[in-house]
């Protein structure tokens, strides 16, 4: 694989109804792009398959993460015929254990069928019962599974269990937590500190309990913690590498909230975004603006070139990245 192939194997780019897979070409087939996610909502499995399979033929490397947020609730964008009507996972929590993993299994099945092998769901995130819909990503939508963290990671492993039942990578997000926060990270720069998490908080039960249970992603949300790190938990090493992969021992692949429209990474320059997360620890960078792709690349591989530590961040990367692929059946590698 040539350099440029390599980095594009870090970086994941919105697929958007309006654009279509023409949208993505220039990233997947220039840049090396190693993922796709399904964004603003799209109708009809057949479509949706239609578009995967076009946008896959412009990949020459390992095949393509093709992922989508398929959580339940508000957060279905692959919905119509092909796709169940998924409920939030405050309604999810209340099926239990076995009969969650089923009706995930099912939902993984749907997505597979149409094309997708990502999804970005569960939500590990524990939004504490006198905070509710005041906290503005997750509380606000009915996108957690519960008030303790003890509720949460019952149906998080649960989920996870379904999606590798049906054949999908299950991602466990927002990373370290973004239940006590006020703000949104994709809509507020403001609002979004956590000022009670520390590395022993009660509530990373849920995303140790996911990693235990084979989570294949875990997503890094963009608030700050001080309590943990200095900046935002995407571009902090402590939180990253010494709190995820150090503390929590997780080996697998890191990826990013969105970092392209996010509010809370505007005043950030583009290819800033992806070299601070990769200097972190971290690994695959999800933009839903096909034109930060461009830039990214060129900024990633330019760093690379005059810094050896962070050529040696990108190498590991890459290896986490492709690893996993293997073990999805994504590449020809055994």
């Known amino acids: 694989m040539s350099n440029r192939a390599r980095v594009g194997q870090l970086l994941m780019v ?9 949208g993505v070409k220039t990233a997947v087939a220039t840049y090396g792009a190693g ?22 033929s412009y990949a020459s490397g390992p095949a393509l993460f093709v992922a989508a947020d ?17 409920p ?8 239990g254990s076995a009969a969650l993993t ?12 149409a094309g997708v092998n ?10 504490p019962a006198d905070i509710g819909t005041a906290n503005g990503p997750i509380g606000r939508y009915h996108r957690e599974y519960g008030a303790t963290p003890e ?8 989920f996870i269990d379904g999606m590798h039942a049906g054949g999908v990578a299950a991602t466990v997000k927002h990373f370290p937590g973004i239940g006590r926060i006020a703000g949104n990270t994709d809509t507020a720069s403001t609002g979004i500190t956590d000022n009670v998490a520390t590395v022993t908080d009660p509530d990373l039960a849920p995303f140790a309990a996911g990693i235990a249970a084979g989570a294949d992603f875990v997503m890094v949300s963009s608030a700050n913690y001080p309590k943990i790190a200095e900046g935002q938990a995407l571009f902090a090493p402590a939180i990253v590498t010494g709190l995820l992969r150090d503390r929590l021992g997780y080996a697998g692949v890191v990826i990013t909230d969105d970092v392209g429209a996010a509010a809370a990474v505007a005043a950030v320059p583009i290819g800033n975004r992806a070299t601070g997360f990769i200097a972190a620890g971290g690994d695959i960078v999800l933009t839903a603006r096909p034109s930060d792709i461009p830039i990214m690349s060129k900024v990633v591989l330019a760093q690379a070139a005059a810094d ?18 293997t073990a999805r059946g994504l590449t020809t590698c055994s």
Not at 39 to 56: H, I, Y
Not at 102 to 113: N, V, Y
């Open 70 to 86: 398929q959580e339940g609730g508000q957060v279905q964008q692959l919905k119509g015929a092909g796709f169940s009507v998924i």
């Open 151 to 158: 509720v949460v990671t019952q149906s998080v492993t649960a």
């Open 14 to 22: 919105g697929l958007e109804p309006a654009s279509g897979a023409p």
């Open 308 to 325: 050896p530590v962070f050529a040696d961040q990108v190498a590991a990367a890459v290896t986490r990245v492709l690893t996993l692929k």
């Open 118 to 127: 990502v999804n970005l769901a569960p939500v590990a995130d524990t939004v």
């Open 35 to 56: 993922g796709v996610i399904f964004l603003d909502g799209w109708s009809g499995a057949a479509t949706v398959k239609s578009v995967a399979s076009q946008v896959a």
């Open 102 to 113: 089923t009706s995930a299994t099912g939902w993984a099945e749907e997505l597979r069928a």
């Open 88 to 95: 939030s996972a405050e309604q999810q929590s209340r099926l």
